[in-house]
Each structure stands twice: as C-alpha cells, then as structure tokens.
C-alpha cells in the first residue's frame, strides 16, 4: 500500500485551543461553494487520524452535484423525522433549541454547498472513522467553514446506498454538510469537567473545582 507523509498546511495555522474552544455545530450554511482545494485541504487533515491498527478504513464521499444533494436531502429529511419518538412537535420546544435547529437543517440539506460522507469499508468501524471525521470538522473551522456532524436512520439506509453506488460491505456512519456559515463560530456551554471526570475509581472527583 502506498502512503504518504504531509507537511502541515500553513493556511491550517490556526491554534490548536482556538479551533477546538470555538468549534460548534454550524447548521446555517451560506450557499457559496468550498473550492477543491479547501476539500482536499480537509482530506488530508482527516487522513490523520489515528484508525485501528493503522487499517485506514474511513473513506470520504464529496457530495456537491445539487441533484444529488437534493436526493440525499430527501433521505436526510426522511431520516431525522424517523428518529423523532412518537407525538414530537416542534411547538413543544423554546425558540433556539437546538432540537428546532436540527429540524431546520433537515429541510434546509438540500441547499447547503457540500456534504461530505464518512464511511467505512467494512461495517462496525465507527471507532476508526470518527476522529477523521472529528479532524475534518476542525480542519473546516480553522479555514472558516462551518460543520455540523450528523446521521442517518436505518430506514433510507438502502437508498443513500443506491443513491451514491456504496458497495454492499461499506457503511456510512455521518454526514456532514460543510459550508460558510451564516451565523459565527463560537464558544459552546458545556458540563464542567469536574462532574464529567473521575480519577481512579468511577465517582472519584478530579483535583479540579
Ligand atoms: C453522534 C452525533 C449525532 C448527531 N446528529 C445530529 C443530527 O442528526 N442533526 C443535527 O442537526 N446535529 C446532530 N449532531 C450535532 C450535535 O447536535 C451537536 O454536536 C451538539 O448539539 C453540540 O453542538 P455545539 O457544539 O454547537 O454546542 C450530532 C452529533 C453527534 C456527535
């Protein structure tokens, strides 16, 4: 198999803290396209990640003809509302909930730039795709372009699978629309890390406040 090794991209200079503390799902997506170069830039940040065993079984489907990305948007939106338990309704949910976000990118997929598939060669190797996925997403951030990581339901499975000619073995574990984002980056509220960590035994706090 031949491999190969990458110097660091001087456009990817952002801090390392910098992309990860303003890193947040960005579901609002301009239209204008992301070049191949920005794509390519992406790929090689996500080729870094580490995979079990070395085996390298992520591989990336670049979706930006609109035909598809409007077949796939229908399959999205079919998705998101199979996930919904029975009797959702958006009126239960405050304005700005992420649920009512969610819901708006479902209908919103079909317009968004690009959207970028990560999938494994073989099924049951979520492990070995998501931190390339994860790196994509920074790599994205750190040359300004929002992401957002979502998935499918097993219901339109055989459909994305027809839809891009996925081989019977391959699995797609998320779909990622990237593009420039309408609204900004920024920092996320997350919970504290000394409820979120234990040392030694589960329950033992950390020596943090
Ligand atoms: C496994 C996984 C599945 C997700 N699925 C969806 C999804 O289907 N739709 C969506 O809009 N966001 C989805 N997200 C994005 C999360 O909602 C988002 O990462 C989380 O709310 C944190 O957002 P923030 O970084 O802006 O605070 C998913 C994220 C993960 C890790």
Request: charged fraction near 25%.
């Amino acid at each position: 198999m031949a491999m190969v090794k990458l110097d660091p991209p001087a456009r990817l200079d952002m801090s390392l803290g910098k992309a990860m503390f303003t890193q947040r799902a960005i579901r609002r997506l301009k239209p204008d396209p992301v070049s191949d170069e920005d794509i390519h830039m992406l790929m090689d940040a996500a080729s870094k990640a580490p995979s079990s065993r070395n085996e390298q079984r992520v591989r990336f489907l670049v979706v930006r003809d609109r035909e598809k990305i409007r077949k796939f948007a229908e399959l999205y939106r079919e998705a998101w509302w199979a996930k919904r338990p029975a009797g959702w309704k958006p009126e239960n949910f405050e304005p700005g909930d992420l649920h009512l976000s969610a819901m708006r990118l479902a209908d919103d997929m079909k317009d968004v730039p690009t959207v970028v598939l990560a999938i494994s060669t073989v099924p049951g190797q979520a492990t070995s795709v998501l931190p390339a996925a994860q790196n994509l997403m920074l790599a994205a951030r750190a040359l300004g372009i929002g992401s957002v990581l979502t998935t499918l339901h097993p219901t339109v499975t055989d459909r994305v699978r027809a839809l891009f000619k996925l081989p019977p073995e391959a699995e797609v574990h998320c779909c990622i629309p990237l593009g420039y984002p309408k609204g900004r980056f920024g920092t996320t509220a997350r919970r504290p890390t000394s409820e979120t960590t234990y040392y030694e035994e589960w329950g033992t706090p950390p020596p943090w406040e």
